[in-house]
Each structure stands twice: as structure tokens, then as C-alpha cells.
């Protein structure tokens, strides 16, 4: 196999088969990885141009009942500081980041057993109410078929739930017996049978994650046929049993995405904080390599600490006013600019 022929069919026919995934990945280099992006880019720009949709991000609890072992806000973890926030603080996120030209919210939390269906769906139609030209994302983990179609019903447009990784041997790895990836994947394709704009996704370099397991994950995007896919680098937190983990690398995260990119030129593809977290320019790199979102905070600055999935994370400190402007002129600095508009899929 040549790579740069792998490349070129994968740009056509935006499919490989598993082994020439699996190549794509083995054998990456300076060159393939430039082509790789290049290519991605281009593809990028032909469907979005140089816009770059800010979403604005609500994390509006992380009271979790889960326990993914990776992540920072798992139930059992005892010294994670608990925080929800009340409808009334939810809206004035909203009405700040509204004024601040967001026409894209996105509300995620932990599994809170405190917002059920009732309460949620009181809280997405006021949003709804107050901005009917807004698209409202929820990224609130597993639900019921039933909860979902409510949330739809309410006004809510999009849902992210990363699969996290479409391996069952790895999903067990990383999560407790009462978690399950056959569930997790019912739940996306119910979202999608309902008809949300949905958003998927898995974490880079984690904790006995292989290439092939990547290439699992290709696969999986490949069949679900999602509109967003969210990637970053695993990152460890220091309260979880992968705390002495390395990281996951900019430079796969990268790749990824452009390789994503070339799948679907269409997808909305973030450069997530988990990249910014750990290279500085990481999100730039992210834009440079095929994405075209991004997730600025607009929780309130007392909480965004608290939110803590990993170790380490930026922009918990500035107000939404700052963040807004800091990453305007990050996404300058590679060519592209903040399109503050709903960011729809094209
Ligand atoms: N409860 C929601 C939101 C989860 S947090 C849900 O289940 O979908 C959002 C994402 O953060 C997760 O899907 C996971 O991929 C990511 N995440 C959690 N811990 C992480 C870590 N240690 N490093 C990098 N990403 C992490």
C-alpha cells in the first residue's frame, strides 16, 4: 500500500476498508500529515469557507450518577465540588452570550437525576421562548427514547453523545459493568430516528486504546452517519484511576480530524478544548487541520472550576466577553474567523 494513494482514494470516495484505515494510521508521517490536512482544509473551505461557528457552552451541572473511570466529575469521585444551576442562572448565560452574538447553545451537564424530563424540558422551552432563532443542543449522556422525543418537543434542535470508543472490550476498560456501548449507540440512533441533528464522538490516546480501536471508531461514524463529530485528546484528571496516564497527542487528534474531514466534508467538527488544553495553539491546530467549530464556556466564571473532566482545563478563569474575543483572534491567526451565526450542518 502507498499512503499518498490511500489519501488521494479516501479524498474520492470518502471511505476506506479497515485495513487501509489501519495503514493510514500505522504509517503516518510528516508528509502524509500534511497532505492529510491540506486536503482536509480545502474540503473544508469548499462547504464552510473560513467560518468558524462558536457554539456557546452551559455547563449547567456536574452532579454525575455514572462513572466513567476517565472523567473528573464521576459520581464516586468524593472530592469533586458539586454545583447545578438554577434555571434563572441557565437563562442569563443565555441572555449573556445572546448579547454577545451567540446564535448556538449548547447545554451539558453530568447525569443529574435532578433534571428530569420535567425539569429539563421546562428549561428548554423557555430558552426556546426567548430565542426562536437559536439552535439549543443538549449533551445530558443516556435517556430514555421517550425523555428524548419530550426534549425535541421542547424546542431542542441537536444532541451530542459521544460513543466514546466502538470497541466493547476498550468501552468496558474505561467504564463500570453498569454502563454498556450497546446502549450508548441505541441511544444515538434514537436521536437520530427522532431527528436531531446529532453529534457523536471519542477520545484520542486513551488508556489501552490501539489504532485498530480508532479505526473502529471510523467505522462506527461511518454507519451512524452523524452530522457532528467531537474528538479531543484524552486527558488525565488526577482523582481517577488514570491519573498517571499520558495524554493523548495533538498530532493524532489532528490527523483524525482530517481524515473525518475527507469522510464527510460536510461535518461539523470541533477543536475542542481538550486540545487547547494541552498545546496552546491546539485549537488553531485543530481549524488548520480540517475543524470548523468551537466551544467557547458561557457558564458562569464561579462554577467553570468545578467542571472539571480533566486535569488542567483553560478558559475557566475569563468572562464569556474575554473568551469570546481571545478566540477570535486565535482563529485570525490561522485565516479563519468566528461566524457567529446558528452554524447549521450544510
Ligand atoms: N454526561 C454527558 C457529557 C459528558 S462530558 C455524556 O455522557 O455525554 C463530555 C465529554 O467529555 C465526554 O463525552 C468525554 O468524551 C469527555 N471527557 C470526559 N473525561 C475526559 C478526560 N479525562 N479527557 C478527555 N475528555 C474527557
Excluded at 457552552?57 to 455514572?66: D, G, S, V
Aim: glycine share 8%.
Amino acid at each position: 500500500m502507498e499512503i499518498k494513494q490511500l489519501i488521494e482514494t479516501l479524498y474520492k470516495e470518502h471511505i476506506l476498508k479497515k485495513e487501509e484505515f489501519l495503514f493510514l494510521l500505522e504509517h503516518r508521517n510528516e508528509e502524509s500529515r500534511s497532505m492529510l490536512a491540506s486536503l482536509a482544509r480545502t474540503q473544508t473551505d469548499k462547504i464552510y469557507g473560513k467560518s468558524v461557528f462558536p457554539r456557546g457552552l452551559i455547563e449547567f451541572t456536574n452532579y454525575c450518577k455514572n462513572n466513567c473511570y476517565y472523567c473528573g466529575i464521576r459520581g464516586a469521585n468524593q472530592n469533586a465540588v458539586r454545583y447545578r444551576l438554577s434555571k434563572d442562572q441557565i437563562l442569563s448565560a443565555c441572555e449573556n452570550g445572546f448579547h454577545l452574538g451567540y446564535r448556538s447553545f449548547v447545554l451539558q451537564g453530568g447525569e443529574d437525576p435532578f433534571f428530569d424530563d420535567e425539569h429539563m424540558c421546562d428549561i428548554v422551552s423557555e430558552i426556546r421562548h426567548r430565542y426562536p432563532e437559536c439552535a439549543i443542543t443538549l449533551s445530558l449522556g443516556e435517556r430514555s427514547k421517550e425523555s428524548y422525543e419530550k426534549l425535541f418537543k421542547s424546542g431542542a434542535d441537536r444532541y451530542l453523545l459521544r460513543h466514546e470508543t466502538a470497541c466493547p472490550d476498550l468501552y468496558k476498560k474505561l467504564h463500570p459493568e453498569s454502563m454498556s456501548l450497546e446502549h450508548r449507540k441505541q441511544c444515538l440512533w434514537n436521536l437520530k430516528e427522532i431527528g436531531y441533528v446529532v453529534g457523536t464522538g471519542f477520545m484520542v490516546g486513551a488508556p489501552y486504546q490501539t489504532l485498530e480501536n480508532l479505526v473502529d471508531d471510523l467505522l462506527f461514524i461511518e454507519k451512524l452517519q452523524p452530522e457532528m463529530v467531537g474528538i479531543g485528546p484524552f486527558v488525565p484528571h488526577h482523582d481517577t484511576i488514570f491519573k498517571d496516564e499520558p495524554a493523548g497527542t495533538v498530532e493524532l487528534t489532528t490527523y483524525l480530524i482530517s481524515i473525518l474531514r475527507l469522510m464527510n466534508p460536510h461535518f461539523l467538527l470541533p477543536a475542542t478544548t481538550a486540545l487547547g488544553t494541552i498545546d496552546p495553539r491546539g485549537r488553531e491546530k485543530g481549524i488548520e487541520a480540517g475543524a470548523n467549530v468551537v466551544m467557547p464556556n458561557l457558564s458562569p466564571v464561579a462554577v467553570r472550576k468545578d467542571y472539571s473532566l480533566y486535569d488542567n482545563k483553560i478558559c475557566t478563569g475569563e468572562e464569556a466577553a474575554e473568551c469570546a474575543g481571545c478566540l477570535g483572534r486565535r482563529m485570525n491567526s490561522v485565516g479563519a474567523f468566528l461566524d457567529f451565526c446558528r452554524g447549521d450542518y450544510r
